[in-house]
């Protein structure tokens, strides 16, 4: 698994922090890791984007941004208010394919949901994913209207394809509603594909040294963690 693709099933459902958690598990796995942002939206050019905030709750990370616009819209509609030239699918796939010639993992972030627009032609993360044959990760809010936007996301995977590696939920409540509790059950049926951790609400706040530390106890061994799903379920009480 060199690359891997993280999308979400839309926009603030903890994409980042679980690229980051995902990273740090990796680095924590003794691996050398890459984080391609492929085009960043809403950030200012002297600001940090969503591959700074990776390498600084993840530790060691070589990041990578191939475009920023500075409107906080899909990279299409961005790319064309801004009067620059949009990201590519083929481009995406090409740098990630440059920097997994020199890291053992590449983790690819897109913006938004899968088949969020990067270009005037209808290019998307998906399409980057084909070029690569690489498997995609889906980050899924917790609560009531998660089991929908999964299943669409997963059922376009299969069309195309492409490998679900699986979900994790990105923003893990503290105190779980009862639609968050029984989504841990349901969410795996829905996609088809496992449940592969959950990252607690609130863990992008953490010091770094924190967030490293614990960012294996948050994701199952497929992604290099210690997270138990079967005791995460009894943990629900359903």
């Known amino acids: 698994m060199p690359v891997l693709m993280v999308t979400g099933t839309g926009t603030e459902v903890g994409k980042t922090v679980t690229t980051a958690a995902v990273a740090a598990a990796a680095l924590a796995s003794g691996r050398t890791v890459a984080m391609l942002k492929a085009a960043q939206t809403g950030v200012g050019p002297d600001e940090d984007g969503d591959a700074a905030e990776v390498a600084r709750l993840a530790g060691p990370v070589t990041t990578a941004e191939l475009a920023r616009y500075p409107e906080p819209l899909a990279p299409a509609t961005a790319a064309r208010r801004a009067g620059r030239a949009p990201v590519r699918p ?4 090409e740098a990630a394919a440059k920097l997994a010639a020199e890291h053992d993992l590449v ?7 899968l088949l969020v627009r990067f270009d005037e032609a209808g290019g998307t993360l998906a399409d980057a994913a084909e070029l690569l044959t690489a498997p995609v990760l889906v980050v899924a809010s917790a609560g009531l ?3 929908n ?3 669409l996301t997963a059922r376009e995977l299969r069309r195309r394809r492409l490998d ?5 939920i990105g923003s893990w409540p503290g105190e779980p509603d009862l639609a968050s509790r029984c989504n841990v059950a349901d969410l795996p049926e829905v996609s088809g594909a496992p449940l592969l951790g959950a ?7 953490l010091p770094s040294a924190g967030f490293r530390a614990c960012a294996p106890e948050w994701l199952a061994p497929r992604l290099l963690g210690r997270w138990d799903a079967d005791a995460f379920r009894e943990r629900t009480g359903l």
């Open 199 to 205: 990252v607690p609400a609130g863990a992008g706040g």
């Open 90 to 93: 083929a481009e995406i796939a």
């Open 145 to 147: 209207g998660t089991l």
């Open 164 to 168: 679900l590696l699986g979900v994790v």
């Open 107 to 113: 983790l690819v972030e897109g913006a938004g949901g």
């Open 149 to 151: 936007t999964t299943e």
